[in-house]
């Protein structure tokens, strides 16, 4: 890239002498584990460097004070910079390791290029935190595994309700792309998390009708119940674990969130505990509601950010265990700005790019340099295309 930067001569098409070509990287667009292993950041489920926008940390995914960008520091690029140089330039590994846990940075051959900012040009990705965190996250975790599809005593089985609903009331057109596997029953939600996999397009597929089922699910009377789901019986065994696990783990990073605060106990002299889990079908359902706003102007887009703002605060209050993505997504905004749509930053494409270039058969040969079988399949599939369009015409 620096060569780039500087100017290299290539083979231009209709020249017949080289020409003189510059690049530049603008933006490093992936998902949240490879954008902290690219820019030099420390993962995202560590305990104080878990936003790579601003000082949140794991503990404030159980407070909503954790998801006011009002209440938190941005990060500063300058500031970054300098940390990851000076860990450059020492060889010493226990004064790296120090610099690492000061600043949650470590060096990047990427912070050598010029203009090159680790928070500003390594925006959100929309597929990887809506499509695949918040969606996936919702609708596993905090719906399924949360106990919001238990059945109540003399009442039909609003898991079966939802299926009903998907099997005989929707009708999708034919340019809706790629559909879930297993939409038509809610229990291949718990086989993503089990290993199966489900791609961006079938999660984003199930977000356009999701907030639709839920209302066919748990409406009585044609309204939303305003009472708390009832609990697991011995029958829920699964379902049960998942929320006695969910609550330890939400009542952890409460506690070390309070502890970063210095609030260590109450008036009553005892430790400070989180509020229990809610199970209310009203605020569940509006919260959805608020995360699945559309969007279109930047104005549009300030209405989404201010009501992804509210469900992830209420969903904290009410004591539901977040991940990282939740806190992150609301840092969209800001890319939005600088970047434009986000089809303009999106991994879909990269992604579906990726996927082919796995498919290419190597022999097995996977410890040798790939890139000119690579590029050999790239382009024999690419003058294949081209054949078959000429054909056609």
């Not at 066919?216 to 789901?229: L, V």
């Not at 509006?286 to 703002?309: E, F, P």
Request: hydrophobic share 40%; charged share 20%; glycine share 6%.
């Amino acid at each position: 890239m620096l060569k780039l930067e500087a100017g290299i001569f290539l083979r231009v098409f209709r020249c017949q002498d080289k020409q003189l070509m510059h690049g530049h990287l603008h933006l490093c667009c992936s998902d949240l584990p490879a954008s902290c292993a690219a820019t030099g950041r420390m993962g995202c489920t560590s305990n104080e460097y878990m936003c790579t926008f601003c000082n949140a940390t794991i503990g404030s995914l159980a407070d909503p004070t954790g998801f006011d960008l009002n209440y938190l520091r941005p990060t500063s690029d300058s500031r970054l910079l300098r940390y990851s140089f000076m860990w450059s330039e020492t060889e010493n590994l226990d004064q790296r390791e120090f610099l690492t846990r000061r600043s949650g940075k470590r060096w990047s051959p990427l912070d050598q290029l010029p203009g090159w900012m680790p928070s500003r040009d390594n925006p959100v990705d929309f597929m990887h935190s809506s499509l695949l965190g918040i969606v996936k996250h919702v609708s596993c975790e905090i719906l399924l595994r949360g106990g919001m599809f238990i059945r109540k005593a003399n009442q039909s089985n609003p898991l079966e309700k939802f299926e009903s609903f998907i099997q005989n009331a929707i009708l999708w057109p034919a340019s809706v792309g790629r559909l879930p596997k297993n939409v038509r029953t809610m229990a291949y939600l718990a086989q993503a998390l089990s290993g199966g996999r489900v791609k961006a397009d079938e999660w984003r597929n199930l977000a356009a009708i999701l907030f639709i089922a839920l209302y066919a699910s748990w409406q009585e009377d044609g309204m939303i119940p305003n009472e708390e789901a009832p609990l697991p019986s011995h029958q829920n065994l699964t379902v049960a674990k998942s929320m006695i696990a969910q609550a330890k783990l939400v009542q952890k990073r409460r506690q070390k969130f309070l502890a970063s605060l210095n609030i260590a106990r109450n008036q009553d002299g005892n430790n400070p505990s989180p509020p229990s889990p809610r199970r209310n079908y009203a605020r569940h359902y509006n919260n959805v509601l608020k995360v699945w706003t559309q969007s279109g102007s930047i104005s549009d887009y300030m209405r989404a950010h201010a009501c992804l703002v509210q469900a992830f605060q209420d969903w904290a209050a009410m004591g539901c265990h977040l991940v990282p993505y939740c806190h992150i997504a609301l840092h969209m905004l800001e890319g939005l700005r600088c970047n434009g749509p986000v089809y303009a930053t999106w991994c879909f494409g990269p992604e579906r790019h990726n996927r082919i270039l796995a498919n290419v058969n190597h022999n097995g040969h996977g410890a040798g340099e790939l890139e000119s079988t690579m590029a050999r399949a790239w382009l024999k599939m690419q003058l294949l295309q081209e054949l078959v369009r000429l054909l056609r015409t």
